[in-house]
C-alpha cells in the first residue's frame, strides 16, 4: 500500500511539472517597465522668517530669523500658500549672503529689503515681480548684474543706489518713472537705455555714474530732474529727445567727457547750472522755442566755443557763460530783453559783442574781464550800465554811450588799461564811485553837453578813480581838465 502512494505521489508531480513546464513554453516574455530616478525635492533656505499676509491667502518673507546660508534660496510656498512678497527690510544688513534666488510666485520686493547686503553678488528675479521698492538693493556694491524681468512697471527711488560694481542694466519697457537717485553711485555702469515707456527721469537718478559713457532716452520723457546726470564724468554722448520740457538745475552738471549738446525747443523750463562745468563742452545748439538761458548754465565750460542761440530765448540769466574762456564771438538775437549779472564775465576770448536793442540794463559784472574784448555795441534801448559791467576789459579802446542812458554804476569800467576815450551822452544824470579806476590811457572823455550840464551830474567824490590817465573832458561849449581847470569855448 506505501508502494502505490509513492507512485501515485510521483506520477503526480511529473505531471504538474511537465503542466507548468508547457506552460512557461507557450507564454511570450514580458519586460516590467523602466522607472525614472526620483526627483530630488528643491532645497530652500531653512529658519527664515514668515509672516501672512493681510489677505490670509498668501505669505511675505519678513526677516532672516535663524537661517545661516550665504546663497539664499526662496520657497514659492509656505504652509499652502505663495510666497508673494519680500518684506521691508528682511534682508537689510545681512551681509553674509552671497546670492538670491528669488522665485516666480514673488510680485513685490519691499523697501530696504535687500539694502546694505554688502557681498551680495548674485540676484536671480522671477518673471513676475511687479515692484521693487525703495532702497530694495541699495548699497550692494558687490552687485555686478541683474536681469529685471519684463513684468516690472515700479522701480522705487535708491532701489540699486550705491551698487558700485553694477556694470549694465536694462529697464523694462513697463517703467514709467526713473525715481530719485534710482542708479546714484553706480561707479562700474557703463551704459543705459530708457525706454519709451519712461516719462520721467528723477533728481540725482544717475548722479556719479563715473564709468557711464553713453545714454538713450526714450522718446516720451518729459523730464530731466535735478543733479540727474551730474558726476558722470566719462558721459560723451546723450541725446535729449523733443519731448523734454523741464531740465532741472546741474543735470549735467561735471560731465566733463561731453563735447557736443542740442537742446530741443520742447525745453522750455531749463533750471541754473544745466551744464556747468562740463570741461570738455565745445559745441551747443540751442532750439527755438527755449525762452531763456538760466543762471550759470554754462559756467566753468572752458572750451565752448560755438553757440546758437535762437530768436525764442528773452533772457540770459546770471553767470550763464562766466568762464567760457574760449567762447570768441557770440550772437545775441533781438528778442533778448535781460543780460543778467556776470552774464559773460571772464570770456576771456571774447573779442565783440551787439547788445540787442530790446536790453534795458547791463547788470553788475555782466561783461568784466573780458580781456580780448575790443569792440561793443550798446543799443539806444539800455537805460543803466551797472556795477563793474565792464571791468578789466584791457582791449577796449572807445566806447560810446548811447543818449538812453541815465546813470553810470560804481567801477563801470575799472582797469580798462587800453580805454582811450569814452562818449558820454547828456543824458547821464549819475555816475558811481571809480568809474575808471586804473584806466591809465584814458585822455578824452567826451561829453555831449554844456560844461553846467556836466558839473550838474551826480558824481561820487572819487568819481574818477586813481590812478587814472591825463583825461580832459570835452564839453560842447568848453573842456575841463583832469585838475578841474575850465576852459570856455
Known amino acids: 500500500m506505501k508502494h502505490f502512494l509513492v507512485i501515485v505521489l510521483v506520477i503526480g508531480i511529473v505531471f504538474i511539472f511537465a503542466a507548468c513546464n508547457d506552460q512557461s513554453t507557450n507564454q511570450e516574455p514580458t519586460t516590467e517597465p523602466a522607472t525614472e530616478p526620483p526627483t530630488e525635492p528643491a532645497v530652500y533656505s531653512e529658519g527664515l522668517e514668515f509672516t501672512l499676509n493681510a489677505n490670509e491667502k498668501s505669505y511675505s518673507v519678513t526677516g532672516i530669523g535663524t537661517c545661516k546660508d550665504e546663497h539664499i534660496v526662496l520657497p514659492a510656498e509656505y504652509n499652502g500658500f505663495p510666497l508673494t512678497d519680500i518684506g521691508a527690510s528682511a534682508f537689510k544688513n545681512y551681509t553674509d549672503i552671497v546670492s538670491v534666488s528669488i522665485p516666480n510666485s514673488i510680485i513685490s520686493i519691499g523697501k530696504d529689503a535687500f539694502g546694505y547686503c554688502n557681498n551680495l553678488a548674485n540676484v536671480t528675479l522671477g518673471n513676475n515681480v511687479l515692484s521693487i521698492g525703495v532702497s530694495a538693493f ?39 518713472n526713473i525715481g530719485v537717485n534710482t542708479f546714484y553711485g553706480c561707479s562700474s555702469l557703463s551704459s543705459i537705455t530708457i525706454p519709451n515707456s519712461v516719462t520721467s527721469i528723477g533728481d540725482s537718478a544717475f548722479t556719479g555714474c563715473t564709468s557711464l559713457t553713453d545714454v538713450s532716452i526714450g522718446d516720451d520723457v518729459t523730464n530731466i530732474g535735478w543733479y540727474a546726470f551730474d558726476g558722470c564724468t566719462n558721459l560723451t554722448n546723450i541725446t535729449i529727445p523733443d519731448s523734454v520740457t523741464s531740465i532741472g538745475e546741474y543735470a549735467f552738471r561735471n560731465c566733463d567727457s561731453l563735447t557736443s549738446i542740442t537742446i530741443p525747443g520742447s525745453a522750455t523750463s531749463i533750471e541754473g547750472y544745466a551744464f556747468y562745468s562740463c570741461d570738455k563742452l565745445t559745441r551747443v545748439s540751442i532750439s527755438n522755442g527755449v525762452p531763456r538761458i538760466g543762471m550759470a548754465m554754462f559756467e566753468d565750460c572752458p572750451n565752448l566755443a560755438i553757440i546758437t542761440i535762437p ?179
Open 138 to 176: 541699495e548699497g550692494c556694491s558687490k552687485l555686478a548684474s541683474i536681469i529685471i524681468p519684463n513684468s516690472v512697471t515700479t522701480i522705487g527711488n535708491s532701489a540699486f543706489g550705491g551698487c558700485s560694481s553694477l556694470t549694465g542694466i536694462t529697464i523694462p519697457d513697463g517703467v514709467t
Open 311 to 489: 530768436n525764442s530765448v528773452t533772457s540770459i540769466d546770471w553767470n550763464a557763460f562766466k568762464n567760457c574762456t574760449s567762447l570768441i564771438s557770440i550772437a545775441i538775437p533781438d528778442s533778448v530783453t535781460y543780460i543778467g549779472q556776470s552774464a559773460f564775465k571772464n570770456c576771456s576770448s571774447l573779442t565783440s559783442i551787439t547788445i540787442p536793442n530790446g536790453v534795458v540794463s547791463i547788470d553788475a559784472w555782466a561783461f568784466e574781464s573780458c580781456g580780448s574784448l575790443t569792440n561793443i555795441t550798446i543799443p539806444d534801448s539800455v537805460t543803466y550800465i551797472s556795477q563793474s559791467a565792464f571791468a578789466y576789459c584791457n582791449s577796449l579802446t572807445s566806447i560810446t554811450i548811447p543818449s538812453s542812458v541815465t546813470g553810470i554804476g560804481w567801477y563801470a569800467f575799472e582797469r580798462c588799461g587800453s580805454l582811450q576815450s569814452i562818449t558820454i551822452p547828456n543824458s547821464v544824470t549819475s555816475i558811481g564811485s571809480r568809474v575808471f579806476e586804473v584806466c591809465t590811457s584814458l585822455a578824452n572823455i567826451h561829453f555831449e553837453g554844456t560844461i553846467t550840464q556836466w558839473q550838474a551830474i551826480s558824481k561820487d567824490s572819487a568819481w574818477d578813480g586813481q590812478p587814472i590817465g591825463n583825461y580832459t573832458i570835452y564839453c560842447t561849449d568848453g573842456q575841463i581838465a583832469k585838475d578841474g581847470t575850465i576852459t570856455y569855448e
